[in-house]
């Protein structure tokens, strides 16, 4: 999986106070944590932080470069949680999570879906009914993304999450009867050709009680 790098500083402060001061100074308010590793309170630039927001298309994991100072030490990370201004919509806070290689982690990741359905070719219509697959394993055996190759499948025909192929090490955390893409009929609305000029439109017969008993 792709690594991005981002720069980030010790808080030497904490607080409501400090952490406005640091938005007002163009730095967000940060914490890294991992499990058995105590948390530490970082900042990073606004700037940075929203340049690779930008560019990561994918889920990638954060190289981040931790000052103090004179020293500087890396953390491989990912981003657990991120929360915005509900008026400005700029981030926060973030949440760094730690990565190690030897522990399995969990993640969302995108589903592409490639191939022209037969089913569609044959006038179905194609259904794209989960984007994201949760899945668990090593960090350096998790994929950024997944295929899904739909071109077999035919009008009423479904592909399901225990169907995706994943890489060895790597399991779905979703239930594999949950369906992914499915191709279904179209539906065909049949009208009743209007009348030629010149033809007049027939009205529909009534027959009345007593024409029935004639």
Known sequence: METMELSANIRKESGKGPARRLRAGGRVPAVFYGSGTDSISISVSTEELLDFL?????????????????????????????????????????????????????????????????????????????????????????????????????????????????PEGVEALDAPDIAVATVSATRVTVEEAPPEEGEEQKEPEVITAKEKEE
């Open 54 to 166: 930008k560019e990561r298309k994918e889920s990638v994991f954060v190289k981040l470069m931790i000052e103090d100072g004179k020293n500087r030490t890396e953390k491989l990370a990912m981003i657990k949680e991120l929360q915005t201004s509900p008026v400005t919509r700029s981030p926060y806070h973030v949440d760094f999570y730690e990565v190690r290689m030897d522990h399995k982690i969990t993640l969302g990741i995108p589903i592409h879906i490639i191939g022209t359905p037969a089913g569609v070719e044959m006038g179905g219509e194609l259904h794209h009914l989960k984007r994201d697959l949760n899945i668990a394993g090593l960090p350096s055996v998790m994929p950024e993304s997944v295929e899904v190759d739909v071109s077999g499948l035919g009008i009423g025909d479904t592909v399901m999450v225990g169907d995706i192929k994943l």
